[in-house]
């Protein structure tokens, strides 16, 4: 049974249509990467299945339960405050620009959440921040504060954050984007190391080559629709529709212009 579904969802921004009757499921320890041009809707989407956003049309279950109660006057309506706090805790989120509280030490960063919502003392909540940061590769950075990080290290940290609260579903919104090339690998290596566990993830990336190397399944959206969906080898290595072909090969162009870095 899947552990998320995404049901017929639409979003407006005012008048403009975001996500267009998007729909798609997610079993439990499969990884779905989502590629797409900028503006295509792929960061909302993450955001309405986080609560950050709300959806205009269709729902979104997770774990059987249903975001959108029923629709009144054509407007959805969602559950109540107490079942979408307990769907929202199934659900780890890592952004794009890190997001982390920059008063706060690492540490206390990463145990703010297991403490406040779990309820977790402070001793076990500490025990398994510093399992993750030994995990991460930072445990030496625990009493450091974020401005002291580098960009790779502060996604290093968001991501021991997300898993700080134990999810059933990761999701990664861009998570190398806002990287400089040379700290792109070290966060690559973390979320490859999530794949091998079998992690359920979503992820949306720019990262072709990792999709290629991770996900069980890969989303194609543009202009807030999904345009194909399949397996790396049938999406990227073997695209049907026309507008994902254009997409690989002006990705293929830039890669050419300007290297791999390798």
């Not at 407007?75 to 107490?82: L, W």
């Not at 025990?127 to 290093?156: F, V, W």
């Not at 700290?183 to 949306?204: D, F, H, P, Q």
Request: aromatic share 4%; net charge positive.
């Amino acid at each position: 049974m899947a552990i998320l579904t995404v049901q017929k969802v639409s979003k407006y921004y005012e008048k403009k249509k975001v996500l267009d009757d998007v729909s798609f499921s997610l079993e439990k320890g499969e990884i779905l990467v989502i590629i797409g041009a900028s503006g295509s809707g792929k960061s909302t989407l993450l955001r309405c299945i986080n609560q950050l956003e709300k959806i205009d049309e269709g729902n979104i279950i997770i774990q059987e339960q249903k975001m959108i109660r029923e629709v009144k006057k054509g407007k959805p309506i969602y559950e109540k405050k107490d079942k979408l706090e307990k769907m929202n805790l199934s659900c780890g989120m890592v952004f794009q620009n890190f997001n982390l509280f920059p008063h706060l030490s690492i540490l206390e960063n990463i145990t703010k959440a297991p403490m406040t919502v779990l309820k977790q003392d402070r001793k076990t909540a500490e025990q398994i921040a510093n399992q993750l940061l030994i995990k991460m590769g930072i445990e030496n950075k625990s009493d450091q504060y974020p401005c002291t990080l580098s960009g790779g290290q502060q996604q290093r940290v968001s991501i021991a954050r997300a898993l700080a609260i134990r999810p059933e579903i990761i999701f990664m919104d861009e998570p190398t984007s806002a990287l400089d090339p040379e700290l792109i690998g070290e966060v690559l290596k973390v979320i490859e190391e999530l794949a091998k566990e079998k992690r359920t993830m979503v992820i949306v990336t720019h990262e072709i080559g990792l999709a290629e190397e991770i996900a069980d399944r890969v989303i194609f959206m543009d202009q807030g629709k999904i345009i194909e969906e399949g397996t790396p080898q049938e999406v990227i290595g073997n695209p049907k529709q026309k507008r994902t072909r254009e997409f690989l090969t002006r990705y293929q162009k830039k890669q050419l212009r300007f290297g791999d870095g390798s």
